[in-house]
């Protein structure tokens, strides 16, 4: 369970986050939706306990992620932070190998071999495996960084929009992935991810958190608490939800 309790967050004496209160169990999608400048990358950053908070507490599986030490950290959690970037030349593989490091501290095992090739799988990554960061795509890249996040095989994985350069066969391989991931079962896992894409959110989310100016404006199951005035209000812009195709699409109105 991931749960916050008046969380306040100031930069450099400004208010990012102000007395967020949520609380969501295992298991599912939850998308962080809301315009720019909201609050989501924070939040998430907050969940991964990268950022001290200025008053209120952040619990994951009952740990304290502001106190708890990195490896703690990241036995409960894989962050994926918005816009991640490398300089060093490393392969696709070198950097999904990097997400067993906590299970391995480098020495790595078979498990960890069989781990770091069943991701690369996963993401569509195998003929690029070799090559170089440096050489892919946005896009290829981007998916290079989800491989590595989901090697980790934490309970839970935070991904800040890691959709954003994936083009559409790629967006759905990537959510139906995730989609499988976090049905109940023996490895089920959860993921909290902020996204953009309101079509997207209205397919594959369980649940939603929608936040506007650093306060929590709703959250709740995605098909109770993401409605057309709900979308509309956060956005400032006509919003409305229609069926196409058995499935809900958010459009302009
Ligand atoms: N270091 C900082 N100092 C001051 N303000 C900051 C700092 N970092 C972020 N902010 C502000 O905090 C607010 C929330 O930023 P955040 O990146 O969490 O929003 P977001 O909802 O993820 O936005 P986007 O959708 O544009 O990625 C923004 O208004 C941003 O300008």
New binding site residues.
Partial sequence: MIQLDNLSIT????D??RDVSLKFGQGGITA?I????????????AIAGLITPSQGSVTVEGCDMIRARPPERASHVALLA?NEQVTARLTVRDLVSFGRWTHHKGRPKDEDHRKIEESIEAFDLVTLADRRLDELSGGQRQRAFVAMAWAQETPWLLL??PLSALDPRHVRDIMDRLHALTRPGENQRSVVI?L?DLSVTARYADRIVA?KN?QLVTTGPRVLAMTGPMLSDLFGTGLAIERFGGRDVVVPC
């Avoid at 930069?11 to 400004?14: D, F, L, P, R, V």
């Fill in positions: 930069k450099n004496g400004a990012i986050l962080l809301g315009p720019n400048g909201a609050g989501k990358s924070t939040l998430l950053n918005q800040d929009e902020v953009h936040l650093g």
